[in-house]
């Protein structure tokens, strides 16, 4: 959903994005909003405030702008870090699907007898 909102004087144009994406599953959805909530802390200066929520499978985005500039570099990069991260797990969860849990308490590994 894409809606533009025109202030009642006329000088000032707010854009607004809402992005809702479905991921394989409910852990992924949590990591990846792990990893890229800390990129909607607000700094001064910024044109543009994103808003991060996961439910279940679904990731979903506010974007509220000045104008449609800032929207567009706001969304493009907000959603090059979502990319970004599901790459990054893609990459990374083929080691813990593999990954043996060995059959002794983690106080014996390492001990001999």
Request: charged letters at 25%; aromatic letters at 8%; glycine letters at 2%.
């Amino acid at each position: 959903m894409l809606r533009q909102r025109t202030s009642p004087s006329r000088t000032h144009k707010e854009s607004e994005i809402l992005l809702s994406i479905d991921f394989p599953s409910s852990k992924i959805v949590q990591t990846i909003f792990s990893s890229v909530a800390p990129e909607t802390r607000q700094t001064p200066g910024h044109r543009s405030f994103t808003k991060l929520e996961a439910n279940g499978r679904v990731l979903t985005m506010r974007i509220q702008a000045q104008d449609f500039v800032a929207l567009r570099a706001a969304s493009n990069s907000f959603l090059r870090f979502i990319a970004a991260s599901f790459r990054a797990i893609e990459v990374v969860a083929p080691f813990y699907r593999t990954r043996q849990v060995p059959d002794r308490p983690a106080h014996e590994i390492g001990r001999r007898s």
